[in-house]
């Protein structure tokens, strides 16, 4: 049985392997994907998209969102992703977005898939936030939103307190965590970097794949890796493509734990910081948090999936 | 040359007298109210806009909007307000709602308006910013954005700081303050405290006038008063609908100035505190403030749309 | 009976008057002043008071106390207040301060005067909050403290929001409002700028005193003249030597009032902001809040000191 | 060559063992400690210590300080740390602390050590704040100052955000690393988590030792042993004991590292993080973090101490 799901992403890097596996995954159901500002231009992210369709010779509707966070100005990430798609280009003649707002795309889907709709949300939460304002009920539509975002009480990455997503829109993220959604909440870190960072030898072995798919990863993939190393990060990571995988392959997920998660908005040293509370200090959960996945396992799930020809 | 405008309104009380004038002004165009959570329930609130039409003998499209603050929780003055109608009730069968959102419906007017659509939004400023985060050159598409909310380095309603419609959704007004908006503000204090609240003498001119209008006003008005005297306040207040009256007779203002207005997100003390600097620390000006207006004006224009049969 | 007070004092322009208001007046017994990092730099802070000594021909003991704010670094008021003296000299040979620390010396006069020493508090609060964090009980061995600080719902004047005083240090600010003494505060708006500006008429009335005073008042104040008049405050101000003047003459209040009055530390659009709560909003008072003055008493209070030889 | 040294502490179990430590380890030389507001009760604290000294059969001079954090209410961690003594009471008859203030106290010694003296801070930092902020060169007196507390990108405990000693005084921990000290971090995760829990194997070795010194850590340290366990933490934590060792044996620790450390303080939901910046942000270094130790080289250092007879 197809699983029917959105990914809401800001396309660069690793949002294009998420995208292939939304696109790939024989059990996926890829309804569109939706357009958020974050890492890199948004026209820039929206031609990254483009790309990512062709390389895969498939491709579903694509709904532009919000041009800028909730509450603040855009703060890019260009000084580590570069163009995100590591200088490839193409003719992108033929490839449209659709007219519709990915918001009302985000709720009309919803409505179609009576309940069974799921998210995968690997950019700002602005999207997000905007439908679930537009529509309250938006949340208890949605049948499993899983966000990539925050760390576990660990380490952020653009701040030492907050990682990208959270910190580019703490005000969306904040309306999503108290929004009532059924959340699933892929960290930066420990997780990511402790189970889906790819060292140079997967990338090795993904650079002696012969298809296109292959090529399109290092390309994408590969450009970051000097600056990943230059901060002590040893291989690309991956926690979009990841937030992807443990929906569509749920038994990928090993451990973890339901948290109480809040966003901070009231402060710049801690912008964006997600606290996540682990059930001791007396706040109602409102998220899972992914604690440990089958590293092996997702390694091979996007392996097998590079190599489709 | 009719004024064309959309109310954005939390009706309650000088609500409602906002939307009258809307309705009866003859030079005014109102293509329709949209509906954002303030003052009172929000149900109850399109409740006393359709009994507010149904006095006029005249009614628009109502659009429903944000029925929650951008990113808070909802905050009512119900302990001012009651429901904002003085407990007035009628038959609402054939009075009903666009399915169109009021955001939506926003944009869609300012397209067809074409740079000609006057906005005067006297709630929480909701859905104004999520039609700006929507669709950022609605800013520009707004001929004149007339705002009721903040005081200009004076008291507040709610708390000493801050003014009740910034208070309960200060990121919203925040984010409508940095769009560049042609935006004119009404505040609370001193302005409409000192030149737009009727005394009993006004009220008692008003009670004599035998028109339906007339005595809604006065059902609809008087029903604070006690409590606006119980805090010094000696009658009823009209910052809503001197924000009408200042968009159709701009003859009313005798003195504006150019301010940098930004608002309080980020703590609990000042919450929606309005900073209006005027011009000696350096910033530069994004919206008109008035200052003083023709007082005996704005209430003569009252009192003849009262005396309207 | 004479009134022991000490002054806390950042040193320049009208802290030199309310200074030789505190040496001069007859039914003041001033114990001592003490030093606190404010409008200019504090070496400079302290040649300013034995100026001031010098023209009294009267001296007494200087404490020095923190030579920054509690947690902020230091900004100062030089931009307005220049040397704070009008570029006036002297020979400072003779004059030192004591040993003893500003706090010391406050907690050692409190015991002193068991019970009955008051604190004439005119600059930043950083002295007073770090003697009352050594000796929690020094808030209430002091009959009086007297703050010169904040605006009583009215503009501020380093900030739209904020007075300097409270701005420099707002943590200080809090934690004396929050200590439980017997304080009355004397604010820059409306009070000072209403009431306690010295226009041209009344400058030129000292200016023709044939007194050493007089002339050091008038080298002193006039100095920021043409600075208030640019940002439209049409003379020379006086909250500190205002604050002397209410503890010393408490026939000059005509008008205060009860308010809860707390410290804006959380954010920096509002930092320092004083939030005076009048009545309404269900908190509970902790401080006098001065509204009016007998502004001609009170300018008289100057002139016949003024004309003292 | 003796170690010269003060313990600043809010005496509750691991403080008792700190002190311990500083009076019986050979090469220290401590010359007094000073009292905080913190874990329990202040005189409490002030009885654990006496208790402290009299199992020691050695005492130093006991100097008492700010009962109450800089700026906020204090919160006790009564419900973790009970009386913080395991219930054990004495004869405190002969057991009196100093006249002088601690600050001054830090002060004076400072002054007598000429450069040499070290401060071990195993409780909020309020002391030290108020210390560096009465003198500013306080900062370069202190030969070493080691800050027990934060998280290094790791958990909190008092919150998820916050450890213990810098929630309680946020100010003064923003005060302490802003001044510029030569300090020493010693956080509570990871490091005390993972290196410096006694596990029921250690305390059922220690509780076969047959000294008094051995018998007094039972009873105080188990008693939160029961607390812990129920949050997940296997074993009793010594984060103070470890400051004190890290001074006397630097050789126990074996990996740091250079942070910025900045401390929050305008938010509730994250006051008193730790942002500690490992050096890829931008931030110029302000501290050293330990991140590992020779866990078994601690474990008998305290082991060997308690011994002792
Ligand atoms: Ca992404
Ligand atoms: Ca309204
Ligand atoms: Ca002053
Ligand atoms: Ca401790």
Sequence with gaps: MPIPLVIDTDTAQDDCVAILAGLLTPEADLRGITMVAGNVGFDRQVKNAFMTFNVAAKQV???????????RPWESAENVHGDGAGGLDMDFSGFEPEAEHAVDALLRMADEAAGELNVVAIGPLTNIALAVRKRPE????????????????????ITAAAEFNFYVDPEAAKIVFDAGFNVTVVPWAPLTLKQAVFGRDVLDRIAQIETPLAHFFTSVCSATLAFDESVG???????DS??????????????????????????????????????????AA????????????????????????
Tied chains: 1, 2, 3, 4.
């Excluded at 949340?139 to 380490?155: C, F, P, T």
């Design 61 to 71: 509707p694509m709904y532009l969102g919000s041009r800028l966070p909730l509450v």
């Design 138 to 157: 938006f949340a208890s539509q949605v049948k499993h939103l899983v966000v990539m975002g925050g760390s576990n009480n660990a380490r952020g990455n």
């Design 233 to 239: 990060i040893p291989g690309t990571t991956h926690p």
């Design 242 to 283: 990841l937030s992807v995988a443990v929906l569509l392959r749920p038994e990928l997920v090993t451990k973890s734990a339901q948290y109480n998660v809040d966003i901070e908005t009231g402060s710049e040293l801690t912008r964006g910081y997600a606290a996540m509370s682990w059930g001791v200090h007396g706040l």
């Design 286 to 309: 409102n998220a899972t948090v992914i604690e440990e996945i089958d590293a092996d396992g997702f390694r091979d799930f996007l392996l097998d999936m590079l190599g489709q020809t």
